[in-house]
């Protein structure tokens, strides 16, 4: 049995519905389909769930929201004219959308998420009616009845423990489920989302919960890629990785999943195939389990991420203070920041963070607070700072490969402010100022693939 999940630009019109109704058809294993609201149909449209979010917003200010509902409802109503849909079935969809500004919210945060959802709930009922034109066994499955329970969190929520036992009854089921993705239920019955991107996390969730045997997540690439494409031109596509090779590449900006996407089928064991709505007969690539994994070249893949910045302490002997680091963490936990990596040596302590977290006020006090808590000789921000991943279960018994990252970039004068390797061994990180990163990446691309 496969869970199969569609992003925004695999349902974004009636075409793009046809050929995932294809794809449906061609595979009877293919039991869960888990939709996501209509993406961009060309490059200046606007995805729905910001069309949503707009609607929302007017809700809450007491505009005139006519016109956005009406863009939005345009953007089904069209879908379902290609397949010649009914408009009695329409009705209830449209009913559904007008009446989301009279429902019972306790907040706003739980109006935007209810709003937001609607994008994926509406997608799901009216591929659930597509399919059903096609004679397919199709039966939409809202996450209410499905027992998809998720925290109070109303707009970065996380699913609860007891929804994988509540999935697993939906297994070997005769039809086709159609579940919305980005969504479930708090106890108390309200819509709560996921981040933006979490259409990925539901499909993954569903995998694990019906214990799956492959998770398939079409996109509009034919595959990930060794390196970023906007970098390399025509970068080798990576035919099978390992999900931590995945998850070490996604934090530095391999953009195919939501960073948390794959935890849960990663949790199951489940198998994963990215794949292109647009090509669906080329083969992709698999995401698998580490065990029985053996590594074709030395490195999978090498990405950038340019939104970091660094904070550097020097103080003699700062290795023998005990208690130092404890200190710094206080003075971050009370700044609700959390660091990416902190590399040190005896002298020498590096923190490197996630610089979107941070205002100009924030980045002042704390370290004016650092400061006057730690009184180290020296202090220094970086905001230009770049993190480079090269990643690679192949690295992990290779000699020299350090070596041979680093050898390109002296070459190319692409100063290394900082060099740290994962615990797991396969990955390598080195911090560049943003204007070295992609010339970091194109070399270490070209030792290595080239």
Not at 55 to 75: G, L, M, Q, Y
Not at 121 to 135: D, E, F, G, P, R
Not at 193 to 209: C, E, L, P, V, Y
Request: hydrophobic fraction near 40%; proline fraction near 4%; charged fraction near 20%.
């Amino acid at each position: 049995m496969k869970v199969v999940k569609f992003g925004g630009s695999s349902l974004a019109d009636g075409e793009q519905f046809k050929k995932v109704v294809n794809i449906i058809k061609a595979d009877q294993t293919r039991k869960v389909i888990v939709a996501s609201a209509p993406g961009k149909r060309f490059a200046n449209d606007i995805k729905v769930t910001d069309l949503l979010i707009e609607f929302a917003h007017k809700t809450i200010n007491k505009e005139d929201c006519s016109s956005t509902v009406k863009t939005i409802w345009s953007r089904y109503h069209d879908i379902a004219a290609y397949f010649q849909i009914s408009e009695q079935l329409l009705q209830p969809l449209l009913q559904e959308l007008i009446a989301l500004p009279k429902a019972d919210y306790p907040n706003q945060d739980y109006l935007m998420a209810g709003f937001k959802a609607h994008g994926e709930k509406l997608n799901a009922q009216l591929l659930t009616l597509v399919l059903q034109n096609y004679h397919l066994p199709a039966y939409f499955l809202d996450p209410q009845e499905a027992g998809f329970m998720v925290t109070d969190n109303a707009n970065d929520t996380q699913v609860m423990p007891e929804t994988y036992k509540n999935l697993e009854k939906w297994s070997n089921r005769d039809n086709v489920l159609v579940v919305p993705g980005f969504y479930g239920i708090t106890k108390d019955g309200l819509i709560a989302t996921f981040s933006r991107g979490g259409s990925d996390i539901t499909g993954a969730i569903w995998a694990r919960g019906i214990k799956a045997d492959l998770y398939e997540n079409f996109t509009d690439v034919d595959a990930i890629y060794a390196a970023d494409p906007r970098i390399i031109t025509h970068p080798h596509a990576i035919k099978v990785m390992t999900y931590r090779e995945l998850r070490e590449l996604s934090y530095a900006g391999f953009s195919v999943f939501h960073d948390e996407a794959i935890i849960p089928a990663i949790e199951g064991q489940v198998p994963i195939n990215v794949k292109n709505t647009n090509h669906p007969d080329l083969p992709g690539t698999m995401i698998v389990p580490e065990h029985d994994f053996h590594p074709q070249s030395i490195i999978t893949g090498v990405a950038s991420s340019s939104h970091f910045a660094a904070l550097y302490l020097h103080k003699y002997l700062l290795n023998k203070e005990v208690g130092f680091t404890l200190k710094l963490l206080q003075i971050f936990y009370k700044f609700n920041i959390s660091y990416e990596h902190m590399p040190s040596g005896i002298d020498d302590l590096t923190v490197i963070f996630d610089i979107r977290q941070f205002n100009e006020q924030i980045r002042q006090q704390m370290c004016f607070e650092i400061q006057q808590a730690l009184q180290p000789d020296q202090l220094e921000w970086f905001d230009d700072y770049a993190i480079i991943m090269v990643v690679g279960e192949g690295m992990r018994n290779k000699i020299g490969v350090m070596k041979n990252i680093t050898m390109p970039l002296a070459q190319k004068h692409v100063a290394i402010h900082m060099i740290n390797q994962g615990a797991s061994r396969i990955s390598i990180m080195l911090g560049t100022k943003r204007a070295d990163a992609a010339a970091a990446v194109k070399e270490i691309y070209q030792q290595f693939f080239k």
